[in-house]
């Protein structure tokens, strides 16, 4: 077994007892992507000897980090200090910021072997898309907008990587890549030196190929009561099955995976049973789509000003607000937003997580369509913390997966519960 | 009359009409600022070479922008592309950042001059306080956290400047300083280069000699609805005048200040009325504690972990959540802000803007204490635009002011009630 094919989890006990250096792990890794990177296009910034650089500097460190000697990708829309960060646009092209993201100062700061930028839809939002291609197959999208954290950590390039969503573009990425990935509860992990499209919504996450993976980087970032275990077994779970107002705009294999997921779980003894959301979620949508294109007004502003002739129509049309959002409309859909965060929270703890789609079917084909973000952009609204787990597969091969979903500040819990719903769910574990 | 003397108003219909340049005005500042700035220490960085350079490129443009020519002051959290950005703090001491910040990318794109780097209390949060003093007397404050970007527009060494809040850090050095400040409704500036310490607080705002001054920002940010005349009198106004939960704490000054206000505009001939907040607004400034020293956990965290030796111990204790902040609490916290923001809302239309008192008193003495946040911090959390104007004098001489406060997204109806409320409240307009 070579070293990129470990998680994360598992290169991190080797590197802590020091059966393995981030040096070696990190050649591996770079390895796998000279042959792999043709074909899966993953990242839009890799440079070899400053990758090895960075891991030998780690392997030089006198304390060993939680993520100590993991190489990370980094979206290409978070600053990093030593690589540019150009948000595939044209703009930003080959931008060198002074300091890192403060995400990314986390993860070098425990330890993290920053190894590349990962290509992304201009700015996490619209316009161009990246090149990347899934690596389960190379006709179809890996989705996006974190297109390539999500076909990297699934092409085995590295074992972790940076992601953000404000639609579904975290989420849906591990649903179409076959990959584990943590949504956080929105304003946890400081979102600092991310590309801002909507205040609101914007949220950094992470990918990795298991829930321990996941785990590494939630304690980077010290999320809430970590510390404190959840005391369950499988057996003792509760689980809502939660098929939302979008249900008919899943295809089969979509709504298939969830109530597979959902009976493998009853079939391990967990409590399974079917919520219905309450009459104010029928409009969470609409609140979703107000939110975003409002605070997109302001997002590309200053490009739209300085640098009009290179960014994309998209951004324009968000600015020049061509949907014609008003301010009595955004009040609106922030106070539903407030009540649909408060009557989803009153679930628990009757529930130990919420189970539901990860995405709308598997990976489109082409590269222009990136997949339909219905089955994540309320969630995003509502702040809670998302987990999607791999389930199955699709009528195509491709893989399908579902979510998970906590109460909002219940990343640590959700993190327990996928470590037991986990080998249960993902066939492939 | 020299030209540093006009407001951003009156200079920009000068600089519109051609009868000034932006080189003419920013060498007028320049000379200001070689008179004041030994005793006032409003700037962190000032290159005299550069502001001139930045005009002159502003005098070659072949558009005239709303902001077209008026030097501005960047509090030194804000990123440049071409200022060191320092944060008051050891770690960050020159640093240079690629791209401006949102806020700067809007200015410069609207024909500012990024003229200067303004004092900052380190990090906008807590720490190494700004070495400004306060124009009116330099023993005492200008306030924080925006103190050099307050002390330099009152000291007339720019007619504008960017300044954030996240307690009380725009509105009190306002009061303090004698000038006027529009903290906008949250999330419609985009904060993305200004240092992270809230998410749910921190805003952008800024400075300015007369409301026509704020507006010609607001302008440059699009706010919602500026072209949508309020269409009254000052005697149709209607104001709440209100104490809040917080009044006691209110020096002698301060409160008579808010009640002179009242008094002046009813006399003008507005409908002023006393109005009490519901019972909820009795926590709301807990809720405020509770979600800044929440959020404050990972605003710190990169630095924690890798300059640790240099972050004041101020950050130390917040990345390590001394107070116990717990997830329980701050979804309380914030289930309380979105019920409080309604309540609050529905006060308007029934009033035009709420009258309150702009800080707890004049400037404090010495350079350590910058004042007492408690009459902003929840307007803040409440995400509601907030407007300083001067009104009178305390028992040292030291300028008072009052705030207008409007509904959220009321931004443009504010500014049109204030600029019928300043010539009635403010005594030296």
């Known amino acids: 077994m070579?070293?990129?094919?470990?998680?994360?989890?598992?290169?991190?006990?080797?590197l802590q007892e020091g059966t393995l250096t981030a040096e070696a792990l990190t050649r591996s890794c770079l390895e796998r992507c000279a042959e792999r990177e043709p074909i899966t296009k993953a990242f839009s910034f890799l440079d070899t000897e400053l990758a090895i650089s960075n891991a030998r500097r780690v392997d030089k460190a006198y304390t060993k980090g939680v993520l100590h000697g993991l190489p990370l990708g980094v979206k290409d829309m978070i600053d990093t200090?030593?690589?540019?960060?150009?948000?595939?646009?044209p703009i930003y092209e080959g931008l060198r910021q002074g300091r890192d993201a403060a995400c990314v100062g986390v993860a070098r700061g425990e330890g993290a072997v920053v190894f590349g930028k990962t290509d992304t839809v201009e700015f996490a939002a619209g316009g161009r898309r990246a090149l990347t291609r899934n690596p389960h197959d190379p006709t179809r999208t890996p989705g996006g907008s974190s297109s390539g954290s999500g076909a990297a950590v699934a092409d085995g390039m590295v074992p972790i990587a940076f992601g953000t969503q404000t639609g579904g573009s975290l989420i849906r990425p591990a649903s179409f890549n076959g990959i584990y990935a943590l949504k956080p509860t929105h304003?946890?992990?400081?979102?600092?030196?991310?590309?801002?499209?909507?205040?609101?919504?914007?949220?950094?996450?992470?990918?990795?190929?298991?829930?321990?993976?996941?785990?590494?980087?939630?304690?980077?970032?010290?999320?809430?009561?970590?510390?404190?275990?959840?005391?369950?077994?499988v057996r003792q779970l509760r689980i809502g099955l939660c098929r939302g107002?979008?249900?008919?705009?899943a295809a089969e294999e979509s709504q298939a995976a969830t109530l597979l997921a959902g009976k493998r779980l009853a079939a391990a003894g967990a409590m399974v049973e079917e919520v219905e959301l309450p009459a104010p979620f029928l409009d969470i949508n609409e609140a979703h789509r107000v939110i975003l294109l409002g605070e997109g007004r302001g997002a590309f502003l200053p490009?739209?000003?300085?640098?009009?002739?290179?960014?994309?129509?998209?951004?324009?049309?968000?600015?020049?607000?061509?949907t014609g959002i008003t301010a009595k409309a955004q009040v609106a859909a922030h106070d539903l937003s407030a009540e649909c965060r408060k009557l989803f929270d009153a679930l628990f703890p009757g529930f130990d997580a919420v189970l539901t789609p990860a995405a709308a079917g598997e990976a489109p084909v082409g590269r222009q369509d990136t997949g339909n973000p219905v089955f994540n952009s309320m969630w995003t609204l509502l702040h809670v913390p998302c987990l999607a787990i791999p389930c199955t597969k699709g009528p195509n091969g491709m893989p399908?997966?579902?979510?998970?979903?906590g109460p909002r500040y219940g990343d640590a819990a959700l993190l327990e519960v996928a470590a037991l719903a986990a080998p249960v769910v993902d066939a492939g574990a």
């Open 245 to 249: 107002p979008n249900w008919a705009q």
């Open 187 to 233: 304003g946890v992990v400081n979102s600092e030196g991310a590309k801002r499209y909507s205040h609101t919504l914007d949220t950094i996450g992470w990918y990795g190929r298991s829930v321990a993976d996941l785990k590494l980087v939630a304690q980077a970032f010290r999320l809430f009561d970590l510390d404190k275990p959840l005391g369950k077994t």
């Open 2 to 14: 070579e070293p990129w094919q470990l998680t994360a989890a598992e290169a991190a006990a080797k």
């Open 81 to 89: 200090a030593d690589m540019p960060t150009s948000h595939n646009s």
């Open 303 to 322: 490009e739209y000003l300085t640098h009009h002739a290179l960014l994309h129509e998209d951004f324009r049309e968000r600015v020049e607000n061509s």
């Open 400 to 405: 399908v997966g579902v979510q998970i979903i």
